[in-house]
């Protein structure tokens, strides 16, 4: 009986109706065949309670940062800067897309806005290049979900929200594992670019070239450092260091690139606003979700299920990670760690795992999700820019998802990787 | 014999293309009747999302000067503002209230499509049509149940300002309530789109939505 309302919540979204509607409606169904009909009247008060939330107003604020930077000229320069770096290596425009990726992900906190701010600049100059389009798009898109996992991160704030984990931890934990999903992505980049022989799209830049684009591009790139130390140094909550990244970012668009043009600062603010809301409200269903699940026992019934997988702890996160990436193949990040946190989290934590570096491992794979087809936010926006199908950007993404697949199972098994920072840092782990 | 059942034959034909004729006529009125309501619910819901889009711009842009303000006022000032962290979290609520409807009209909610996808253009408009009664029987029931809840506040009293807490637990059911109003237009087009694909819900709609999803 407890699994019935996940049945009810798969069968509605298989036949497609919206995550956050089927997240309200299984439960109504579950109450209702369970003769619980007045569990309804609590429905609205768990739907207004989940979401009225002082650490979820980080994610309107990341949101609104990132709309700042990107409109206020700012993507631009990392551009350029990247293309000083790697832009005279074999397959230096893909080199560049990936640098930019990791560098634009300290602005961003979303995969999504990535793909789209980057995707639109990069992905004509590679076809120009003489890259297929589909190439591009494959590129981008696999860069992109490096976006969430250097912080800022929506998808953190969130795990860290309905799993009560230190978002700055979280944050912390996520340089490495960006860092190695870049790297690698490099280095297949680079064999790939060998075997096909791809272009270069610069002269190697002097120390001087290097010197003034990095100067051009230093103050945005010291946005991830002031939210981080302003979080870890106690200066700022989550959701103030969001605050302050959004007056960083009208500050630099002001003074620094001088691009940002009040009458487009009312469409930024309805962007950010419909992005924030629809996250917020698939937060505020999976409460009501979560809550009557809870009530019908799932919770215990999935801990049994897992724990009669095998009682060690490395065994049941590889299966775990099978589990994540399939969901991830399908599912928004979003929900599925609004749906599945509270159901694995707890159980892996009394199997000895550490729950920050459970929370990385969870974010980092439903994060590379994203990218992998069928369906994934971010394939869908490289799809829409390209006009290629999803389909058949995934050809060409193979050996690069592959690269994140070998970093996911490097940071399940290798906990130092992702943990040393934050112990370094003092996050109590 | 010969003559009749050419004759017998051309009537019957003619019975049988009239009432075809009749039949889609009585279609064609009442998919027009639909259409005509289908284009009511359109304009009603374009000045009521209309309204709420300017209320999500100022909600996002009095949060950030808020947010701001109190990191500003505690730091710099040492003198926190008192009513920031609750008024700022009531916004929020409201804002993600409001964009629901809007979300819905621009497909902006996350679905899996994959299954509708394999069906033909009717058949689709057919998987649309109970996907939007699902998602009006959904908001129906948080739009009644959130009524009862928003009157719990008449007696409640917002913590650090004066304000009935009706004031916030109303965005459930007005949302509700709105989404409902764009689920009720896209289900009426939907209807007409199983009679005429060409006439229902534009699938195209996705293409506009990432640079708002964005």
Aim: aromatic fraction near 10%; charged fraction near 10%.
């Amino acid at each position: 009986m407890a699994l019935v309302i996940f049945y009810f919540l798969l069968g509605l979204m298989a036949l497609g109706v919206p995550i956050v509607f089927a997240l309200i409606f299984a439960p109504i169904i579950g109450v209702w065949l369970n003769d619980q009909t007045v569990f309804l009247n609590m429905m609205p008060q768990r739907v207004f309670g989940g979401i009225n939330q002082f650490p979820l107003l980080a994610i309107p604020m990341f949101i609104l940062a990132g709309e700042i930077m990107n409109h206020g000229g700012i993507t631009v320069r990392l551009v350029k800067f990247a293309n000083t770096l790697v832009g005279h290596l074999r397959g230096g425009l893909a080199h560049v897309n990936i640098v930019s990726s990791m560098l634009f992900a300290g602005l961003s906190g979303s995969a999504v806005a990535d793909t789209s701010a980057l995707g639109s600049i990069l992905i004509p100059a590679m076809e120009k290049d003489g890259y297929t389009r589909r190439f591009a798009a494959a590129v981008t898109a696999c860069s992109s979900v490096i976006g969430p996992v250097i912080p800022p991160s929506i998808i953190m704030v969130v795990y860290a929200y309905i799993m009560g984990v230190s978002v700055g931890g979280l944050f912390a934990a996520g340089f490495v594992p960006g860092a190695m999903m870049g790297i690698g992505l490099m280095i297949v980049n680079g064999i790939l670019a060998k075997k096909r022989n791809f272009p270069r799209s610069a002269e190697r830049a002097s120390v001087g070239e290097v010197g003034t684009a990095f100067g051009s591009a230093f103050l945005p790139l010291l946005t991830p450092f002031i939210i981080l130390g302003g979080i870890l140094s106690g200066v700022f909550t989550p959701t103030e260091a969001a605050a302050a990244a959004v007056a960083y970012a009208l500050l630099l668009s002001i003074f620094v690139t001088r691009t940002l043009e009040i009458s487009r600062i009312p469409d930024m603010l309805y962007r950010a606003g419909l992005a924030s809301s629809s996250i917020l409200l698939v937060i505020g269903a999976a409460t009501v979700f979560g809550w009557v699940t809870s009530l019908s026992g799932a919770p215990s019934t999935i801990s049994s299920l897992l724990t009669a997988i095998s009682d060690n702890p490395l065994i049941v996160l590889f299966c775990i990670n099978i589990l994540l990436f399939i969901v991830g193949m399908f599912f928004d990040a979003g929900p599925a760690i609004l749906i599945l946190g509270p159901l694995l989290a707890p159980t892996m934590n009394s199997l000895g795992i550490d729950p920050l570096h459970f929370a990385i491992i969870m974010c980092v794979n439903l994060t590379v999700g994203l990218a992998t087809p069928p369906m994934g936010l971010v394939l869908f926006v490289a799809s829409t820019l390209t006009r290629i199908s999803i389909l058949d950007i995934a050809k060409d993404m193979w050996p690069f998802l592959m690269v994140h697949v070998v970093v996911i199972f490097l940071i399940t098994y290798f906990p130092a990787l992702t943990m040393t920072l934050p112990r370094l840092l003092g996050f109590g782990v | 014999m010969p003559l009749a059942t050419p004759l017998g034959f051309r009537g019957d034909r003619c019975t049988i293309k009239e009432k075809g004729e009749a039949n889609h006529g009585a279609l064609g009125k009442s998919m027009n009747s639909v259409g005509g309501l289908a284009s009511l619910f359109e304009r009603v819901n374009d000045r009521l999302l209309a309204v709420c889009k300017w209320a999500i711009i100022a909600i996002v842009g009095v949060l950030a000067v808020i947010l701001i303000a109190a990191v500003f006022y505690r730091y710099a000032l040492n003198n926190a503002i008192a009513w920031s962290e609750e008024g700022s979290k009531y916004l929020m609520v409201w804002l993600t209230f409001l964009g629901a409807p809007i979300a819905l009209r621009h497909a902006a909610h996350i679905n899996i499509d994959l299954l509708v996808k394999l069906f033909p253009p009717r058949g689709r408009q057919a998987f649309y049509l109970g996907i939007n009664l699902v998602i009006i029987v959904t908001m129906g029931i948080l739009l009644w149940k959130g009524w009862e809840f928003a009157q719990l506040g008449a007696r409640q009293v917002a913590s650090s300002f004066n304000f009935s807490m009706v004031w916030m637990y109303v965005a459930v059911p007005i949302g509700s309530a709105l989404t409902c109003l764009v689920a009720i237009e896209l289900s009426l087009k939907a209807l007409m789109g199983i009679a005429d694909p060409s006439q229902g819900i534009d699938e195209d709609i996705t293409a506009v939505v990432d640079e708002v999803r964005e």
